[in-house]
């Protein structure tokens, strides 16, 4: 048993740390969402550069092969630095999509470019009505001489505009809901009959409802086996949700830290807001929830890589149980102890108030996961 | 990054497990599955068990009868133990007085009274809290006045734990009334119960079990070779020992044994013709608190592991007193829940086939509200986080 990050890992922490601190201000992270793309290519070309592009991924297609330990302390940077640029998007989804279910052709095509920070990827999964069930696709994908043809609409792509192509499910078979029958295609964001309705998210991501008009993906456009994808699909989203914990991890350490600062500065009846035991109480509320996020978050990138589908599915639901508890405490904490300063658009603290309310709903809030966990006995 | 135990560690593991196995009696267990009251000799009859096998004080130094575990192997058989079911080791002397008297006393008090608490040949309770001195503890009165070789102690504690079976006492006495901070003037002294002086008065608590006591001192002689460290300085005692008393209110073993009997019995109860466990609404509730005891095992063992990396235990420990009472008492909750209507009977009359079990989970329940409060109540704990980690 041990706790300890690698050296290595140490070593990528700092640098990630040192860039973040000096190049994403929460000024200059104001001007990035406020930019046309709502991402910095620079910022992009800096992750390739450092290898964080290539952390999970092979070395034969230019990476490292971290497993998802090697990534915490990459998300938790992103967290605390409310990073908006596609990383979850394109190593966490996408490019994981490739890695375990492509074909090695595809797996030759996406991923050194994907490393080298030339390709950006988004999943398309989610759907109307569907809330979090992954089995819900009602978009349907035909047989079209070699290959297929999909129709219908996804949404809420999350930084589905930045994304040079989509992993997008569609369903070859079977009702609506049916577990068998759903299969996974690489599709161009730029291909004929794809069309999207982009905005801002809450968060001030970049996201879209996709529709797709009679869009013809060719043979090789087909990732792992046709109408089986569902076990894949759990696979990689438990990865992405125990990713996301550890990127809440970094924004409630965030939010912990700004309010103690803040108890500490801010004086009220002539004494720091900090010496008064109903706020100090509240505080200590807060950081015990850290350290018990921090925990699950922990177990959860500790086992996703390693432990068997029934397991996985039990812890990550878990971890997410507490995230998402997490999330929801702190960031309503941390608002309250700022008082009306916490409302505001012009301090970080409302902006972490937003990623860690998203971040609780994303893959499936407390609720979703309480039945899966308990589904898992 | 590895979350596992080590190799040696799961050989620990499994050569204490298969030791209870073997050696907890059937009896002992049975009672403690069933949440009976344990008498004396049930204490004694365990703690004396263990020492023969050199497990009883395994923190204890070497010369003394220790270990020398890693902190990992403590917590393993800390938690191997809870789960067994064992009884709980009594902590006043193994785990309070005897850090005390290691760190503070002279070779004198250490000769005479450690191997009798290793071997449990001595019953210990703890004189802390007095009826005007609870969490603010410095504030206490009992008096000790020296006159020649002796103190004459007159006072009152209060919510002495087990006291009716205590062969020693060890106490927090004022010494000096007139310093400037209430910290100043407190001794720790050790009595023998049986010196003349000393009453007992059972205070029954609200699951009206006889666990708790006054315990009043009208002259009582002490003599004054039973004063640990320096008179005057006892405060500098209570601190260290208090840090002690909280470092066990984790027990996450204990919990989780508690969460599969709580899964077996909500599996057992019926709604509606289902399994009262299938119903969403306790399952939820259940999930949560199972979560969160994932959470607490998973803080403790980082914390471990913080500690085998040579760093002193400080206010993290304050963190799993709060988390660890909190959920002991949710699973207590959850078990009345659970039997619905059935856990209002308390005690038969005339009643011949009496559900014994479902009668203790009220009571249970009644009982472990004290421990939010007892050890320094969490609000106390709160306070040591703000200040000693916090910096407020």
Redesign the interface.
Known sequence: ??????EEQQLLADSIRNFLAKNYTFEARKAIIESAAGYSDQVWATFAEMGLLGLPFAGEYGGFGGNA?DL?VVMEAIGEGLVVEPYLATVGLGGQFIARGGTEAQKKAILPALVEGKLRLAFAQTERGARYNLAHVAVRAKKYGTGHVIDGEKCVVIHGPCADKLVVSARTSGNDTDPKGISLFLVDRNAPGVSLKTYRTVDNLRAADIHFAGTAVPAGGLISKEGEALPLIEEVVDYATALLGSEAVGALKYANDAT?EY??TRKQFGAPI??F?AL??R???M??TY??????A??A???VDSAAAAERKRIVS?AK??IADACRHVSQESVQLHGGMGMSEELKVSHTFRRLTTIAQTFGDA?HH??R??ACE | ??????PE?LAFRDEVHAWLQANLPDDLSEKVANYQELEKDDHTRWHKTLAQKGWVAPEWPVEWGGKDWTV?QRYIFEEECGFAGCPSLMPFGLKMCAPVLFRFGSEAQKQRFLPRIYNGDDFWCQGYSEPGSGSDLASLKTSAVREGDYYIVNGQKIWTTLAQFADWIFCLVRTDANTGKKQQGISFLLMDMKTPGITIRPLILMDGRHEVNEVFFDDVKVPAENLVHKEGDGWTVAKYLLGYERMGTGQVGVSKRELTKLKALASQQMKDGKPLIDD?RF??K???V???L???E??N??FL??LRSGRAPGA?VS?LK??GTEIQQTLTELMVQAVGPLAQPFKPIDAADFDQFAATLTPRYCNYRKTTIYAGSN?IQ??I??KM????
């Open positions: 048993m041990n706790f300890d990050y690698s330990v915490m103690l108890l500490k900090g010496t035991q100090q109480h505080m200590v509320d950081v015990i350290e018990q996020a921090k925990s699950m922990c177990l990138c500790v086992k878990a149980i507490k609720d309480l039945e966990f308990a | 990054m590895d979350l596992n135990y080590s560690e990992v969403p399952r939820d259940l999930s949560r199972e979560v969160e994932m959470a607490l998973i803080t063992l980082r592991d913080q993290e963190l709060i988390r609000e709160r306070n986080i703000a980690s916090l910096g407020l």
